[in-house]
């Protein structure tokens, strides 16, 4: 056993700023293996495999391909030395074709007709070998997220990658897409290729890898055989102290009626149709659960109840109309009704990164009587409430005079959430609370979810970790397509089912096929997922 | 995180972008053969020398610091108003209006209803591309540049046809001796205090001044104000609040064109007392440099302001005494757009490189947590 | 109006059209890779006045042309090191170099020609001077195909030719190299260009590039052959119709070729008829003037089919983190 790693990182360090992204790492990959980093979002798996693809450069340390000391000082060394990748967000030019996209940077000759004649040959070829069949003369801005990933792994399979890097492939996919993406990673191995596979979820590293590193804050901790592992050591490895996967929470009171939205519809302003006549009710002191791919209508939803994006339909607060489309359809009338709103994004909606904090913790409240004084603002008030507040939710540093970006992403969370809980609403719509937060401010925001619903308040949780809407929900509806697909109680459900149920399929009892499940994903495809 | 005080920021960077440009302008004064050292101190005596250079200084100024606040208030919003010379222009266009059609007893009325109509003029002209942008999203860059042309062309009709005097020149008939506007001599004259009654700066200056502070007030300590930097820091931000975006767009056009449309009560009530063609004199542009020299903010646009106050003065009289075009000064003006506008990163990057070599510490515990955060 | 009054105005259309159309094309490679360009006006007019300035000096035309182009170029590569090495603002870059324009060739001007800003007048093999294609004088006298062959085909200068040229030349860069699958990839999203191992910088300076020696091209014909030497600001706004233009034909070369026209169609008729009595109403000359840009204004608004730009268009690459 004398084979050469097919990728070999030595000492790798690399910071932004003042900010160290990763610190000193070594890694090795055998040729022919799956090989999974797992990691908290920020922990620097991103930064290191955006190294050895010559995205950034490194500041020290060496890179060794099939045991050749290799510089990689751009993307272009990195295809030379036989890696590809597919990055989180694809980098596909939306308005060309498939065939353009993959050819983009491969062309044979300075003129494009011979590459592209060619290169769909090649695409025939590569279909058939690795089930990756795509239409090469549909526009990417009309495919679905599942066929643009497949067109990124074509993309690097043209270019003879011999190393496949996946950054958090599975993130946009349903169960039953990412089912089948490993297939094709297992025939790829079969092949002899060589595939880093970047995650933060725990089971796809159990399922496929061979062998596994965890970093955590930039530094790598481990490097095990997945055979020799467990999820519970390798969460610990992870968060670097042993942590409670489980939300704490006693079985739910729900009180009266609080929300009850009937058929509502969202068309986008590109004429797409967003949310299919969704209809559900939520009680005082319950929290429900929506689950679904990303892109499913789940965004639109909460914006419609958040006031800012239009819809038909209706919706009652405590059996009270709400205004969908006039007037009074705005943010501003939403928080007088008692909807409080924690958006998915924070970072582009939730918070004004250049904004203090004080500044922030005003933001969408800004009219509040008790902000003003006369036909000004009152600075000073907000600034103090926004010190109370900060001590309250436990953010650090609690300096109101700090600009939102100063801030890690669990702090920044706890902001919103301090401002927005704190405002003592009747519903409060939460989209994905804790992505791109720390597994300690992930327990806290849990902890006053919960605490929120135990007083009493309706809550809508959007989340597209399965794991978060088990944990939280009360009960959970499946949005695939605009529609909700169905409801299912967390105790009398499994991931399969709700799996399922994202796909589009609504009779869970039977068995379905791959090709089932795909045919109704493509179905729908170039709609859903498209923001992705 | 905060790389660098907030005082390399404010102060720095402007005074670095201005001395490169100063120091790109001396090459060019010496390339054609005249002396910069020369140059710099016929400039200082002439525009500062006297309380006539002093009149004409802050006459500029004046124009520069209503068309400078107006580029401020719109980049508060996100929105670049190239528009401030058409928007001047119409502006010009309604005092003209209203001072040669409507008899006004004394000044201080005329005054205020040249202001109204100034700014509703400049604020209809700034309406439209507004609404494109805001309803249509036409992109304002290329709407306001078309309504500045389509400005010039309105008012070249206006002035060869219905509201040309008679005569030669394309130019409306002197307004009213009612109308005209005290001097800053006459109003030191008042207080004893010996000022040139030739230059042509007048009490616009102190409305130009009320403005700043006026503006101040709206940005940064009203309700308005805070929506309209909300908004243009994150338009889906803006729309999550609860902020309607078509609102802050047209509303901080509307202020926008409004401050431009008022510079004409410097220049053509004030200065000219009458209509003339190009009236504006390309001031709604340099607008843009001062408003980015003065990093937005009224006190700065202030500042920034008499600074090009000063060169144009300056700039004037170089051409009187040297061999020296008065274009120099457009090309100080470009100069000066290009290294506090497009090449700021050129000057901020080395600097925050600098503070943050001069300001390493060991990090707190706090901002570990941040840094890994940041770094995906 | 008779025929030969609309064959005039016509042929006055092209040679108006010809410097639109070269800035024009020149915005379009410009921004199709992602780099807004306002500052065509600024390159075009630094441009004609070295054109005209060495084009005199050394009373050779072709000079004066390459030297035209090189001004036009250091404008381009102060735009490229704005917008692409120092990720700064485009459009206030664009205004900068319009400013720049402005303000040196006037001054450079007076100090090397004491004219006032102007160049004195060239002619000779100093200026470019109007092909006669073959057979024209002999097709004259022949009734309509006569005129429309001697008056409107033939007698233009030699960029007239190279300018309509250089519409199907661009169309074919674009569409059917692979320089342009890769300019058009990097206008609309720079990331998958930069990770197909391709330099979006390197790309992004060629586009920059093209675009000045094509403003440089409009600039000299300003100088050297619509005109006999430089004015000041001779340009007179012709950069921002282009820009105008380029949007009209929403970033493509054959629809900026009809935009262009029309453009110029415009320009010859107010520049040859003062007022247009249209029976009912009375079009005065300045509305003509106007009229590029209140249709330009009308397409930005979207009431005639939307014009979408690029797009990564007005946005500096920066590598996501």
């Not at chain 3, 200068?157 to 040229?165: D, N, P, R």
Request: net charge negative; proline share 4%; hydrophobic share 50%.
């Amino acid at each position: 056993m004398s084979t050469a790693p097919a990728i070999e990182l030595k000492g790798i360090s690399k910071a932004f700023g003042p900010v160290q992204a990763n610190k000193d790492i070594s890694i090795r990959v055998m040729p022919g293996t799956i090989h999974g980093i797992i990691g908290e979002n920020g922990a620097g798996k991103s930064t290191l495999m955006s190294i050895l693809y010559g995205f950034y450069k490194a500041d020290s340390g060496e890179i060794f391909i099939n045991g050749k000391k290799t510089d990689i000082p751009d993307s272009q060394a990195a295809i030379n030395a036989g890696i590809g990748m597919v990055f989180q967000h694809f980098k596909l030019v939306q308005n060309f074709t498939v065939l353009e996209n993959v050819v983009l940077g491969a062309e044979d000759s300075a003129l494009l007709g011979p590459s592209l004649a060619r290169a769909r040959g090649e695409l025939k070829r590569l279909a058939a070998e690795y089930e990756l069949s795509v239409d090469p003369d549909a526009l990417i801005d009309d495919i679905g997220v599942g066929m643009q990933q497949r067109v990124e792994i074509l993309k690097a399979l043209y270019r003879q990658a011999d190393i496949l890097i996946l950054d958090e492939p599975t993130g946009v996919l349903t169960p039953a897409e990412a089912d089948h993406l490993f297939r094709i990673l297992e025939n790829l191995r079969a092949e002899g290729k060589t595939i880093i596979l970047i995650t933060h979820k725990l089971r796809e590293i159990i399922e496929i890898t061979d062998t596994v590193s965890v970093m955590r804050r930039g530094e790598m901790t481990a490097t095990v055989k997945t055979a020799e592992t467990s999820p519970p050591e390798l969460a610990e490895l992870m968060v670097g102290r042993k942590v409670l996967l489980r939300v704490k929470k006693t079985p739910a009171q729900p009180g009266e009626k609080i929300v009850e939205v009937r058929d509502l519809n969202v068309v986008d302003d590109k004429g797409v149709h967003r949310v299919k006549g969704v209809s559900f009710d939520i009680r005082a002191g319950e929290i429900l659960g929506i689950a679904g791919v990303a892109g499913n209508g789940q965004s639109e939803l909460l914006e419609v109840l958040g006031g800012y994006e239009k819809a038909t339909g209706s919706i009652r607060m405590r059996g009270e109309e709400i205004d969908l489309t006039g007037s009074r359809s705005d943010g501003q009338s939403r928080r007088r009704r008692g909807i409080a709103h924690v958006p998915e994004d924070r970072q582009r909606e939730g918070l004004i990164m250049d904004f203090h904090a004080w500044e922030n913790v005003a933001f969408g409240y800004h009219a509040d009587p008790a902000y003003q004084s006369g036909m000004f603002m009152n600075n000073a008030a907000i600034r103090e409430a926004t010190a109370e507040k900060m001590k309250r939710f436990d953010v650090r540093p609690p300096d109101p005079n700090l600009s939102a970006k100063s801030f890690s992403g669990g702090n920044q969370q706890k902001i919103v959430l301090a401002r927005e809980i704190e405002r003592n609403p009747d519903l409060l719509l939460v989209g994905q609370p804790t992505r791109g937060v720390d597994i300690g401010a992930i327990e806290f925001i849990h902890q006053r979810i919960v605490e929120l619903r135990d007083e009493g308040k309706a809550i809508l949780l959007v989340s597209v970790e399965l794991d978060e809407i088990l944990g939280l929900a009360d009960r959970i509806a499946v949005m695939f397509d605009g529609q909700i697909m169905g409801e299912r109680l967390p105790g009398e459900t499994d991931e399969k089912e709700l799996g399922l149920l994202m796909a589009g399929i609504t009779d869970t009892e039977r068995e379905h096929s791959l090709a089932e499940v795909e045919a109704q994903l493509a179905h729908t495809s170039g709609r859903a997922g498209k923001e992705a | 995180m905060e790389r660098m005080p907030k005082w390399a920021d404010v102060v720095l960077i402007p005074l670095i972008s201005l001395l490169l440009a100063a120091i790109l302008s001396a090459l060019v004064i010496l390339a054609i053969g005249e002396s910069p050292v020369e140059a710099l101190k016929l400039m200082v005596s002439g525009a500062l020398g006297s309380t006539y250079g002093w009149g004409y200084t802050l006459y500029y100024a004046t124009n520069f610091i209503f068309t400078g606040l107006c580029v401020a208030i719109a980049f508060h919003a996100r929105m670049f108003n190239i528009g401030g010379e058409g928007q001047a222009l119409l502006g010009g266009l309604g005092v003209a209006i209203v001072l040669l059609y409507i008899p006004w007893p004394h000044w201080t009325i005329a005054l205020i209803a040249a202001i109204v109509a100034a700014g509703a003029f400049g604020a209809a002209w700034a309406a439209i591309p507004a609404y494109l942008q805001a309803k249509r999203g036409s992109h304002i860059v290329i709407t306001t540049i078309m309504f500045n042309f389509i400005a010039a062309a309105l008012l070249n009709w206006a002035l060869v046809g219905p509201l040309k005097a008679p005569g030669q020149e394309p130019a409306t008939s002197s307004f009213p001796e009612a109308t005209h506007l005290p001097t800053l001599g006459d109003v030191f004259g008042v207080f004893g205090i010996e000022w040139s009654h030739a230059a042509p700066a007048n009490v616009s200056f102190f409305i130009a001044i009320l403005a700043c502070f006026a503006l101040w007030a709206l940005i940064w300590r009203t309700r308005l104000g805070y929506e309209i930097r909300a908004f243009g820091h994150s338009e889906p931000a803006a729309r999550y609040a609860g902020i309607s975006p078509t609102r802050i767009i047209m509303i901080a056009m509307l202020i926008s064109g409004a401050l431009a449309g008022c510079m004409a009560i410097n220049n053509v009530q004030g200065e000219a007392e009458r209509l003339v063609l190009n009236a504006a004199e390309g001031a709604g542009f340099i607008g843009i440099a001062v408003a980015l020299m003065g990093r937005s903010h009224p006190f700065g646009v202030f500042l920034a302001a008499v600074l090009f106050g000063f060169l144009y003065q300056g700039g004037a009289e170089l051409a009187l005494w040297m061999n020296i075009q008065r274009e120099l000064i457009v090309v100080i003006q470009a100069l000066v757009i290009l290294f506090t506008g497009a090449l700021d990163n050129m000057i901020r990057m080395p600097l925050e490189k600098l503070f943050v070599a001069a300001g390493r510490q060991p990090p707190a515990p706090d901002r570990k947590s941040t840094s890994a955060e940041g770094a995906q | 109006m008779d025929f030969i009054t609309i064959v005039q105005i016509l042929d006055s259309t092209i040679r108006l059209a010809v410097p639109l159309l070269l800035a024009c094309l020149a915005g379009l490679f410009s921004e199709r890779a992602g780099i807004f360009d306002i500052g065509l006006e600024g390159k075009m007019l630094a441009a004609a006045f070295m054109s005209g300035a060495v084009a005199y000096t050394t009373g050779q035309v072709w000079i004066g042309l390459l030297a035209g182009i090189g001004a036009s170029l250091l404008l381009s590569g102060i735009h490229g090191l704005a917008s692409i090495t120092f990720r700064g603002n485009q459009l206030i870059s664009g205004v900068a170099i319009n400013f720049l324009a402005a303000g040196l060739s006037v001054v450079i001007a007076q100090d090397w020609f004491g004219q006032g800003g102007r160049t004195p007048n060239i002619s000779g093999d100093a200026r470019f001077n109007g092909i006669t294609l073959p057979g024209a004088d002999a097709i004259e006298s022949t009734p309509f195909i006569g005129p429309i062959y001697e008056e409107l085909l033939s007698g233009h200068t030699i960029i007239v030719y190279i300018a309509f040229l250089t519409v199907p030349l661009t169309w074919w860069i674009l569409f059917k190299t692979r320089f342009g699958l890769r300019l058009r990839a990097v206008g609309e999203n720079p990331a998958a260009v930069d990770t197909a191992g391709v330099s979006v910088v390197g790309l992004r300076y060629a586009a920059v590039g093209i675009c000045g020696i094509l403003t440089g091209l409009a600039g000299a014909y300003l100088a050297t052959a619509l005109q006999a030497g430089f004015v000041k600001d001779m340009t007179a706004g012709r950069g921002f119709i282009a820009l105008a233009a380029l949007i009209f034909a929403k970033w493509r070369p054959w629809y900026a070729l009809s935009a262009c026209l029309l453009f110029g169609f415009l320009q010859a008729v107010a520049l040859r008829f003062q007022n247009i009595d249209l029976g009912l109403v009375e079009l005065p000359v300045q509305f003509m003037d106007a009229l590029p840009y209140i249709l330009t204004v009308i397409i930005l608004a979207g009431f005639v089919g939307k014009a979408i730009p690029p797009r990564a268009g007005g946005q500096p690459y920066v590598k996501e983190r």
